[in-house]
């Protein structure tokens, strides 16, 4: 489904990522954990063409997004991507928020999307919310919305860069059921994540990124129970 | 000190007629402006790095250099290159539409920059085009940044308006000058026609306020 083949990334001279390789299978559920400024983010981005990768190929169902001939607009409109601090539109209300994009980018019916948003934002259980503006939710309704709207557009590739991450504790698990119900659905995800026994529970691969390099990339019950690097024992011994 | 006020009498018609003509002028400069400073601010954003050049080259040039000495080169020098006898409002409106279009690109720039960038990327991680994505996520954003700052500049412009007054344009700063010239008294009219400034730019400045809160109420 993803292939990534030794990409690099630099920011001006700045090495972030560093011969990166990876294959990630179709309904695969993979985690990305490091140590903050490891490079996950940048990693992530680059699936969508965010980043541009300085060097190295990414294939995408077997077709190559960086080659420059290719219509990024169009690579993205299949990949879903959900962000940390959520990025609602904040003028639009919250089915206007699901709905733009279908019908601006892949020029739907507005009845047809309508029911379909509907339809998503009753199964991350905001079906009062449709008509709320952003600011009148809290966090973890707000990334709520933000995965209906990324599954609007039907993507074949569901990206999350910390979806968690700037919520209040007692928001996390809401957002994690949906994501977790999502995973059980068979859609290939990515996840940036700092939480772990979500990882574990959820993940079908662990990737451990430090310093632009992927240290490891194994199962969650291997990864957790046995890392082989030093650097991801020491990242573990940490958390605990 | 003694103030009289009974003699400036018959010429305050005269005077209030530069109310409308100092307006008239006003507004077509601020049409200008905004229309110029638009697409001066679209220059700035974009990726062509030509248009982007002119652009700051533009902004640069007028608001590093006094704006009666553009109104000068606009009223004398035009003449004297190309023979055309410029009239005074066509030169005035020129001089401070061509002005004002360099502060409202950099207010409508900053206003668009400021916009959080997770914006940008939202749309962008949605395969939304570039236009729609200006159009229907960014502009309406940035505009709660740039109205506010937009009514400044127009009370700044109405009130600087008052340089047209150099190139014998009958506004109202003149008319009252000329009415002192007449009177042999100074004072009087200067101080009506301050009092006419002022009470412009409060209503100018209410209005502002308004908008402002009417944004604020959208939020
Ligand atoms: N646009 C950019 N320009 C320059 N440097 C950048 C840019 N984006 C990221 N970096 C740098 O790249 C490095 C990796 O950043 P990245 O955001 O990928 O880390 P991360 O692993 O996601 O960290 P965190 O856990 O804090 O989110 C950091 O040192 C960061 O400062
Ligand atoms: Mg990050």
Redesign the interface.
């Known amino acids: 489904m993803i292939k990534v083949e030794q990409i690099t990334k630099v920011f001006g001279k700045n090495p972030v990522l560093k011969n990166i390789s990876t294959t990630i299978h179709q309904g695969e559920v993979v985690a990305i954990i490091g140590p903050s400024g490891s490079g996950k983010s940048t990693f992530l981005r680059c699936l969508?063409l965010?980043e541009k990768p300085t060097e190295g190929k990414i294939y995408i169902k077997d077709r190559e997004i960086t080659d420059p001939k290719v219509n990024i607009?169009?690579?993205?409109?299949h990949?879903?991507?959900v962000?940390q601090?959520f990025?609602?539109?904040?003028?639009m209300t919250v089915l206007e928020n699901v709905t733009?994009?279908p019908q601006?980018?892949k020029k739907l019916a507005k009845g047809e999307v309508e029911k379909n948003a509907k339809d998503l934002l009753a199964k991350v259980g905001l079906s009062d919310k449709v008509d709320s503006y952003p600011?009148q939710l809290s966090g973890g309704q707000k990334q709520r919305v933000a995965i209906a709207?990324?599954l609007a557009?039907e993507p074949e590739i569901m990206l999350f860069d910390e979806p968690t991450s700037a919520l209040d504790p007692e928001m996390v698990k809401e957002v994690l059921d949906v994501i977790k119900d999502l995973a059980e659905t068979g859609m290939t995800m990515v996840i940036v994540t700092h939480e772990m026994n979500f990882a574990k529970e959820v993940a079908d691969r662990v990737i451990f990124i430090d310093d632009g390099v992927i240290l490891e990339d194994a199962e969650p019950h291997q990864f957790f129970n046995a890392p082989k690097s030093e650097r991801a024992k020491d990242f573990l011994s940490k958390l605990l | 000190m003694n103030l009289d006020f009974s003699q400036l009498g018959p010429y305050i018609p005269f005077l209030l007629q530069g109310i409308w003509i100092t307006l008239k002028f006003v507004f077509v400069s601020i049409l200008i402006g905004l229309i110029l400073g638009t697409l001066l601010a679209l220059c700035k954003i974009t990726r062509h790095s030509i248009l982007t050049w002119f652009a700051n080259a533009y902004t640069s040039i007028f608001r590093g250099t006094p704006l009666i000495l553009q109104l000068m080169i606009i009223f004398y020098a035009i003449p004297q290159l190309t023979g055309y006898d410029i009239p005074t409002f066509l030169a005035a409106i020129l001089a401070f539409g061509l002005n004002s279009a360099a502060y409202v690109s950099e207010i409508i720039r900053a206003g668009i920059m400021a916009v959080d960038k997770g914006q940008v990327e939202a749309a962008e991680a949605l395969g939304i085009p570039y236009r729609p994505m200006m159009l229907n996520i960014i502009l309406p954003q940035a505009v709660k940044n740039i109205l506010p700052a937009l009514m400044n500049e127009f009370i700044t412009l109405t009130k600087e308006s008052a340089v047209v007054s150099t190139i014998g344009y009958l506004d109202l700063m003149r008319r009252a000058q000329i009415i002192g010239a007449q009177l042999y008294r100074n004072f009087e009219p200067l101080l009506v026609a301050g009092l006419i400034y002022w009470v412009m730019v409060v209503i100018l400045t209410k209005l502002g306020s308004i908008l402002e809160r009417r944004l604020r109420a959208s939020d």
């Open positions: 969508n965010l607009l169009e690579v993205r409109k990949i879903g991507m962000f601090q990025n609602l539109f904040p003028h733009y994009a601006k980018v600011s709207r990324a557009m």
